[in-house]
């Protein structure tokens, strides 16, 4: 059975930094791609970052480029997003996923799998 944990979330002043982890564990399909999306409260999904699985190219939504960072480490099977000068609106609740889909066409509204999610409050 596939199980994600996500940590890193947390309160932080506009400009701040944080890091989230998610470790990934029962994988037993070969997932093209796995990366972050985030949902704000009354809000749609986004589509944060991704990275492929196949040849590590990194994707990023336009909200997001120039600040935010995917990374992966294949032994530990976790997938990091480092998120730099934060903003008000990056607020929401940050998940990761996997999908058999690549990154290019990936849907963030359906996703094969994706964990419970944690908080990031950028607030001053």
């Known amino acids: 059975q596939l199980q994600f944990v996500e940590s890193g979330g947390g309160l932080v002043q506009p400009g701040g930094s944080l890091r989230l982890s998610c470790a990934v564990s029962g994988l037993q399909v070969n997932y093209e791609s796995i990366g972050w999306f985030r949902q704000a409260p009354g809000k749609e999904r986004e589509g944060i970052a991704c990275?492929?699985?196949?040849?590590?190219?990194?994707y990023y939504g336009d909200s997001v480029k120039g600040r935010f960072a995917i990374s992966r480490d294949e032994v530990q099977n976790t997938v990091y997003l480092q998120m730099n000068d934060l903003k008000p609106e990056d607020t929401g609740t940050y998940y990761c996923?996997?999908?058999?889909?690549?990154?290019?066409?990936?849907?963030?509204?359906?996703?094969?799998?994706w964990g419970q999610g944690t908080v990031v409050t950028i607030s001053s």
């Open positions: 996923g996997v999908d058999r889909a690549p990154c290019e066409v990936v849907d963030v509204d359906d996703l094969d799998a």
């Open positions: 990275i492929s699985t196949t040849d590590g190219d990194r």
